[in-house]
């Protein structure tokens, strides 16, 4: 059966750290690694950052910029000379390959969603390998995905990719900072993402100078593609031959094991590709019923209500301490619920009304996250 595989590459492999200038080597190397990996009948996504890396060095940049308009400005300049080197190097190498500008929005409308979905199947199906990124040009704050490690992951998730290797400046995960704590303990494998917290692992914060993403991104990217049935791993960025080994068994990076019953491609939609406009807390009773019985949540059960948004839109669910255990869609608006939360089914019609929904959020469009 043909695999699909998910190749994110980060900033910081993808240029020189003292200049900021592209590390041709790593991305001929990455090139052909792809392209071999195309006649071997695999299909290929690569995930590619470095548009504002790339824009800072083409206009004599030293840092990154912080204002966003410079910073889509900068974006649009890197954007069009990265595609030109990956054009030049897949060209020689005969593989055809296909820009593809994603921002945050094109996932949170199910028609644009499914669109995305019809577009990589059809370039997949044609032997193109998409190089992918997010639209810096024209994305807003509040509809950016942030970083191209849960944009990659959100890209396997869409097409059910097979494998997700995110390629950075750290061989594998470690239990902290190899470059600051010499005795930190590497990790080969991650069965239960969960259980990372009793690996005691530091995952530190921010990524290098020119990046923007850093383990927690990467982390956060792999509980999103084992959810979705996607094995993740963390690897070498400067040794793209590694995905090659990796496929063919050796043991390099960090492996997280995929879900062995991955959700519905709608409710990895609701949990990750909506944007969520509010919360609601849930008093101790409907936070147990909702993670360890999967039911449906009722307006009984909400102790306070977060955020404006309508019906149908995306919130966040919280114990009362404020921990997220699951996000869903609402049958109800915000103005609604903070006049029934707490209230039983049978008292809806007489405070609002009128007949309404009995569930405030329905198990079919509840993830537990």
């Not at 190749?7 to 690694?33: D, F, H």
């Not at 049978?346 to 309404?356: A, D, F, H, K, R």
Request: aromatic share 6%; proline share 3%.
């Amino acid at each position: 059966m043909t695999q699909t595989i998910v190749v994110k590459i980060g900033t910081s492999s993808l240029t020189q750290p003292e200049t900021g200038q592209l590390a041709l080597s790593t991305i001929a190397t990455l090139a052909e690694t792809l392209s071999d990996l195309r006649r071997q009948n695999y299909r290929a996504i690569l995930v590619s950052s470095g548009a504002v890396g790339v824009g800072c060095a083409r206009l004599g940049l030293t840092e990154r910029p912080k204002a966003i308009a410079l910073k889509q400005a900068v974006a649009a300049v890197g954007q069009g000379r990265l595609m030109r080197v990956y054009d030049d190097l897949f060209t020689t190498l005969q593989q055809p390959i296909a820009q593809v500008l994603l921002t945050r929005s094109d996932l949170v409308q199910r028609s644009r969603y499914l669109n995305v979905y019809n577009t990589f199947r059809e370039l997949l199906e044609l032997g193109v390998i998409p190089v992918v990124n997010e639209n810096d040009t024209v994305a807003v704050e509040e509809l950016k995905f942030g970083d191209n490690d849960t944009l990659s992951a959100l890209v396997a998730s869409l097409v059910e990719a097979n494998w997700l290797f995110l390629l950075t400046d750290v061989d594998r995960l470690y239990s902290a900072d190899p470059r600051s704590v010499p005795d930190a303990q590497p990790i080969s494998l991650v069965s239960n993402i969960n259980e990372l917290a009793k690996l005691q692992v530091q995952t530190g914060g921010q990524g290098s100078q020119w990046g923007t993403g850093g383990m927690v991104t990467k982390i956060s990217a792999a509980r999103i593609a084992t959810a979705a049935g996607v094995r993740t791993v963390i690897t070498q960025g400067r040794q793209p031959r590694n995905i090659e080994k990796i496929l063919q068994g050796e043991s390099f990076g960090t492996h997280f094991e995929a879900h062995p019953e991955p959700t519905s491609a709608r409710k990895r939609w609701i949990a990750y590709g909506l944007v969520p406009l509010g919360k609601l807390y849930l008093d101790e009773g409907a936070a147990i019923a909702i993670s360890t019985s999967g039911k449906s949540l009722l307006a009984a059960g909400i102790l306070a209500v977060e955020g404006e948004f309508d019906t149908q839109e995306a919130v966040l669910l919280c114990d009362k301490n404020g921990h997220e255990i699951a996000r869903g869609l609402v049958n109800y608006t915000s103005g609604e619920l903070q006049k029934i939360c707490g209230r039983r089914s049978s008292e809806i019609p007489t405070i609002l009304g009128y007949v309404g929904a009995e569930t405030v959020v329905h198990r079919d469009n509840l993830v537990l996250t």
